[in-house]
């Protein structure tokens, strides 16, 4: 079951669903407090299929409420994601931001699929203070994914945090996550794939939940001999690339006997050069 702390409008995850197969990308920043503020923009307000159709064209989107003794904030541009949530006593913030590309791969048999790697950087600081404080990733709207992390003073609910297995007492997750993870997506070799990045902030009570030092994508990597494209966008915002080639550089294993090799023939070369002594 979808834990029910991480809030999102029922009228976006439909929005979403019907997104037209000719839309290159959407950007997409919301906050809630209880209903009361509630922002979002897109970068093709004109297609029906937008989630936030009919309101102005923003890049990157930028919205902050403030209610109940908190304030939130959501920024998002291809790539990149950044959302933080204060509350009050008694109040609840919740900031999200998301985007989303199409892209094409070629190369392949049309139709099959491949394997693409994607490599995710975070960095976001929760702080439970009196109440509950909590960050969601979700990468190609896989609400199951592995990527929360919850500080609490609930003890009916306890820390969780993907980065911290096994620790999930009071206070356990409190504190500031960083670093990268890298996740295997299968994709087909076809013009419409999409990728895309859901991250959430969310606090109930007085609490903070600050990732907006940002969550950026570090990397897709593809196999090789299969090609790439974007779907109007241009340049390359999710840094696509192949593996790199590591064929011509010797494992550190190597390197290290290599040396050896090299110290031993200097040490032979030496003790077959000295000259013998002659004894009298």
């Not at 809630?32 to 307000?45: K, R």
């Not at 892209?103 to 960095?123: E, F, H, K």
């Not at 609490?152 to 096994?166: E, I, Y």
Request: proline share 6%; aromatic share 8%.
């Amino acid at each position: 079951m979808r834990n029910s702390f991480f809030l999102r409008p029922a009228g976006f995850i439909v929005a979403v669903g019907c997104v037209a197969p000719v839309q290159g990308a959407y950007i997409l920043a919301n906050l809630q407090n209880s209903g009361a503020f509630n922002a979002c923009g897109s970068v093709n307000p004109l297609d029906p299929g937008e989630p936030c159709a009919g309101l102005p064209d923003i890049r990157p989107v930028a919205v902050a409420g403030q209610s109940n003794g908190g304030n939130g904030s959501a920024q998002t541009d291809y790539g990149i994601n950044k959302v933080i949530a204060t509350s009050g006593a008694g109040g609840g913030m919740n900031a999200y931001s998301e985007w989303m590309v199409v892209y094409g791969l070629a190369g392949g048999q049309a139709g099959s699929t491949v394997d693409l790697v994607v490599t995710l950087a975070y960095d976001v600081t929760v702080i439970a203070g009196l109440g509950t404080a909590g960050f969601r990733m979700v990468v190609n709207n896989d609400f199951f994914g592995p990527y929360d992390i919850r500080t609490t003073t609930d003890g009916f609910l306890g820390d969780s945090c993907f980065d911290r297995p096994g620790q999930n007492a009071l206070g356990a997750c409190a504190g500031n996550h960083n670093g990268t993870v890298s996740r295997i997506i299968q994709a087909t070799i076809n013009p419409n794939n999409r990728l895309t990045l859901l991250v959430s902030a969310s606090t109930f009570g007085s609490a903070t939940a600050d990732a907006f030092n940002t969550v950026t994508v570090q990397s897709v990597i593809v196999p090789d001999g299969i090609s790439w494209s974007y779907n109007g966008l241009a340049g390359n915002p999710l840094n696509f690339q192949y593996a790199p080639d590591t064929s011509g550089v010797p494992e550190p294993a190597g390197v290290v006997l290599a040396g050896l090799g090299l110290i031993a023939a200097g040490t032979l070369r030496r003790r077959c050069s000295t000259p013998t002594a002659t004894r009298r």
